[in-house]
């Protein structure tokens, strides 16, 4: 039997990875066997085990091998954030809109990982995780907000913590709909839009 370089080892792991990840959010874990994904990968059912050696070792490569936009626009807009806030959290909203709507790989990796996912014993494995990033995306929101009111944007009487809430809830909120029912909500077309109206809510309730 001739060896596979650690090139062709890596290709094959990628493609795993991809079929699993399109297979799972399309399918739902429930309906998924790891024998299914190796068949579409057009690998043997050993050779997946040779890369991933359970289900769940390989959800937690999924779930960490998909770069967070949360993460990623919060950066992007921080120095912004030091000329206006609200208008770097406006930005900083709308480029993970952007994200979700254009890129594939990151619509399945919310679809498997944030849809739904109250009573999934397949991601309880991943249940400390999924809560800790989910608190530091609503810390995102938050630290803008604190930002906006030390720089006066926002009265100093507002609550900082409720406005995030209710910014947090809204987001998630869009997205989850947008890819729930795509051909009904197109998030490329209304979720500025949306973010515009949720932006115009916040400043009219923190200007009361």
Do not use: C
């Amino acid at each position: 039997m001739v060896r596979k370089t650690k090139a062709e080892a890596e290709q094959t792991r990628q493609q795993l990875l991809e079929v699993s990840m399109r297979i799972f959010s399309e399918k739902g874990l429930a309906n998924t066997s790891l024998k299914e994904i190796a068949a579409e990968a057009g690998v043997t059912h050993g050779a997946l085990y040779w890369h991933f050696k359970n289900r769940d070792e390989l959800l937690r490569q999924l779930y960490f091998q998909v770069e967070s936009p949360f993460e990623a626009q919060y950066i992007e807009q921080q120095q912004a954030a030091r000329q206006n806030a609200l208008d770097a959290l406006t930005l900083y909203l709308k480029g993970i809109v952007s994200v979700m709507a254009s890129e594939p790989l990151q619509q399945q990796g919310y679809r498997l990982f944030r849809l739904q996912t109250a009573n999934r014993p397949e991601l309880l494995l991943l249940e400390e995780q999924l809560s800790a990033d989910a608190e530091e995306w609503r810390g995102y929101i938050r630290s803008f907000l604190k930002v906006a009111q030390k720089k006066k944007e926002l009265k100093k009487k507002a609550n900082i913590d409720h406005l995030a809430d209710n910014l947090y809830i809204a987001i998630f909120g869009l997205l989850d709909q947008a890819l729930l029912a795509p051909d009904r909500f197109n998030l490329a077309k209304t979720g500025p839009a949306l973010v515009d109206m949720m932006m115009l809510g916040l400043r009219a309730q923190a200007a009361k």
